[in-house]
């Protein structure tokens, strides 16, 4: 195999499904005026303060902030809600909108081993059990042996 067709699905990797067993969820709290104008800007956040405060109570909630008037909107929409805080964890990270499979980080699974890959950049890290790469990037969507490290989140 040249090295031009190496991929990740020839190195055995696959992307875990939405249903598959996780340690946490990986959401964008919506920002995008283009997507949501107007007054519908307000009701998509009580709907995401809704599915953050539920998930909450359940497991880690990775929430992807692109700014800090977008996280200023979202303190404003959970400030009343019960929240188990120990499992909300803010990333500062640019993002185009709420559907992260569109615009977040890839997690790719092998055999126990979770690894970053974007678009034709080669996978990179080799660490057991974490998300590879500067921390620049959070979450997990592997089982509980794939929790990604302390530094990577």
């Not at 700014?67 to 200023?72: G, I, L």
Request: net charge neutral.
């Amino acid at each position: 195999m040249t090295d031009s067709a190496i991929t990740p699905k020839s190195l055995g990797y696959r992307m875990p499904a939405e249903w598959s067993r996780h340690s946490g969820t990986l959401l964008s709290w919506p920002a995008n005026r283009e997507t949501w104008p107007g007054e519908r800007l307000n009701r998509v956040e009580k709907v995401y303060a809704d599915i953050v405060e539920t998930l909450c109570r359940f497991e880690p909630v990775h929430l992807l902030i692109p700014d800090s008037a977008t996280e200023v909107r979202m303190r404003r929409a959970i400030k009343d809600r019960t929240i188990n805080a120990a499992n909300l964890i803010l990333h500062r990270i640019p993002t185009n909108d709420v559907w992260v499979r569109d615009c977040g980080p890839i997690m790719l699974k092998k055999t126990g081993t979770v690894h970053e890959f974007q678009g034709d950049k080669k996978m990179t890290g080799t660490q057991q059990g974490s998300v590879a790469g500067t921390g620049t990037h959070g979450g997990s969507t592997g089982t509980s042996e794939d929790s990604p490290a302390s530094d990577a989140i």
